[in-house]
């Protein structure tokens, strides 16, 4: 049995390893899939093991997370959700398995039916109220998802309007030590400003991107009086 975990951030803001942290607290051994849940479905087999930080990361939203939780149980796979962990298939496999099984058989025919009738009713009742349970994780997860974005847009929203900066500001530059150090670097080493090293071997040589190189050269060259 493999065991996965599966970790899927809504925002760019949001920290997915946070998610990786909680999960592999609890299972060190599982194999972790951000974001790609295509391959994951790929790979998972029956009786492999997916766990969940919570029932938010497992869809986008409630009905589109119980469609995919039925259709991974009914294929045999085993779901945990460490948040919920009531709606684990585990306890839902519980509860088909408290299912009444009695068959009357008092030797009246319409009796009989009667009593069987109740039991079978009985059973679907358990069955429907154990898939509500998981619907209704689904719709809470939704939920808290939705209430944060918007406490997080009235806050943006109560920041401006008191006069507070959200973001950086548009047209400025971005100075960090690291972009500090690495412009000297430029700066001392690169043809472009009296150095020896081509732009390929400044870019290796201060282990920057490409495209990170070219823009810190084309501020330097925009402002070339600055003193770093």
Excluded: W
Excluded at 31 to 52: A, F, M, S, T
Excluded at 82 to 103: D, G, M, S
Excluded at 194 to 215: F, H, M, Q, V
């Amino acid at each position: 049995m493999a065991i996965y975990g599966y970790c899927r951030i809504s925002r760019p803001t949001q920290n997915i390893e946070r998610q990786v942290r909680n999960i592999l607290k609890i299972y060190p051994d599982a194999i972790i899939i951000k974001e790609e849940l295509d391959k994951l479905l790929k790979r998972v087999l029956p009786g492999d093991k997916i766990i969940y930080d919570s029932a938010s990361r497992m869809a986008r939203n409630a009905d589109e997370g119980y469609t995919e939780y039925e259709a991974l149980f009914s294929k045999g796979i085993v779901l945990e959700f460490l948040n919920e962990p009531h709606i684990n298939t585990e306890v839902f496999k519980q509860a088909i398995q408290r299912q009444i099984e009695v068959n009357f058989c008092t030797g009246d025919e319409i009796t009989d039916k009667f009593l069987n009738t109740v039991i079978s009713a009985l059973n679907d009742l358990l069955l429907d109220v154990a898939r509500r349970q998981i619907k209704i994780a689904f719709e809470q997860a939704e939920k808290e998802v939705t209430d944060l974005r918007e406490r997080t847009r009235q806050g943006i929203l109560t920041a401006k309007l008191n006069g507070k900066q959200i973001g950086a500001v548009k047209g400025k530059k971005l100075v960090t030590k690291k972009s500090v150090s690495v412009k000297k670097e430029i700066l001392k080493h690169a043809k472009a400003f009296g150095g020896s090293l081509t732009d390929a071997e400044c870019i290796k040589l201060t282990g920057i991107a490409r495209n990170t190189y070219y823009k810190y050269k084309r501020e330097l060259l925009a402002e070339p009086l600055q003193s770093l």
